[in-house]
């Protein structure tokens, strides 16, 4: 079965330090793996998106993440963290039944302090 | 070009009530996806619906409807609301059922009193 955990529910950073939030997956299939982003009162906004081609994936506003098949891990980052980056972060793996179907992880809310 | 629109932004019920939530795709995107966001949680998939018709279905009760209509726009009924129902409902837009990547609207923030 498809699914994706975070592994941190909040993260904290300071302006200008980089930003790591992890997720590890599991998978029966060759996954297509995304990060998404919700600011408050927001939709989701899609961040970068892995399907199977470069396993370093560069996203919108300076985020990119890895595709570690080895480790079953798609960690998202950002070499310096801006304020404007606090929002919420999900994981989510497609779940190819026919249809593809987004299974989300449960989010890490990520913090930017001054 | 519009993005996914969502009506009501807001919307307040009553236990027992039943509610229609609306949802227009973005032009040319023949597939819509519901979702149910619990405060503090990921979304969880309800429906998909491709060309008008149910391509997927989630583990939600028979109180969960939906339909898609000619024009690809979509509704999401829910009856006999339960206080549990309060949450965000996104929906989500692409251009086929199988495409990877989708588009979502800013939600319906249902709160059941």
């Known amino acids: 079965a498809q699914s994706v955990t975070q592994l941190d529910s909040h993260v904290s950073v300071s302006e200008g330090t980089p930003v790591l939030l992890r997720c590890n997956y599991s998978?029966?299939?060759?996954?297509?793996l995304f990060w998404y982003v919700q600011h408050p009162n927001k939709g989701l906004q899609l961040l970068l998106k892995y399907t199977s081609a470069a396993t370093l994936v560069k996203g919108i506003n300076g985020f990119e993440a890895e595709f570690k098949k080895s480790e079953t891990s798609f960690h998202l980052t950002k070499p310096s963290a801006h304020m404007s980056d606090a929002a919420e972060y999900f994981c989510?793996?497609?779940?190819?039944?026919?249809?593809?179907?987004?299974?989300f992880g449960a989010g890490t809310r990520l913090a930017v302090h001054p | 070009d519009a993005g996914v629109t969502q009506s009501p932004t807001h919307l307040i019920k009553t236990r027992g009530q039943h509610v229609t939530l609306r949802c227009s795709p973005i032009s040319g995107h023949k597939s819509v996806s519901w979702y149910q966001q619990v405060l503090g949680q990921g979304p969880q998939f309800i429906f998909q619906?491709?060309?008008?018709?149910?391509?997927g279905r989630g583990n939600f009760p028979d109180r969960f409807s939906a339909r898609q209509f000619p024009n690809y726009s979509s509704e999401l009924n829910v009856n006999a609301l339960l206080l549990g129902d309060s949450a965000l409902y996104l929906c989500?837009?692409?251009?086929?059922?199988?495409?990877?990547?989708?588009?979502f609207g800013q939600g319906t923030r249902l709160t059941v009193v």
């Open positions: 998978s029966s299939y060759s996954p297509s």
């Open positions: 619906y491709y060309e008008k018709e149910e391509r």
């Open positions: 989510v793996v497609i779940f190819p039944v026919g249809y593809n179907k987004l299974i």
């Open positions: 989500a837009s692409s251009q086929t059922d199988m495409n990877t990547e989708a588009f």
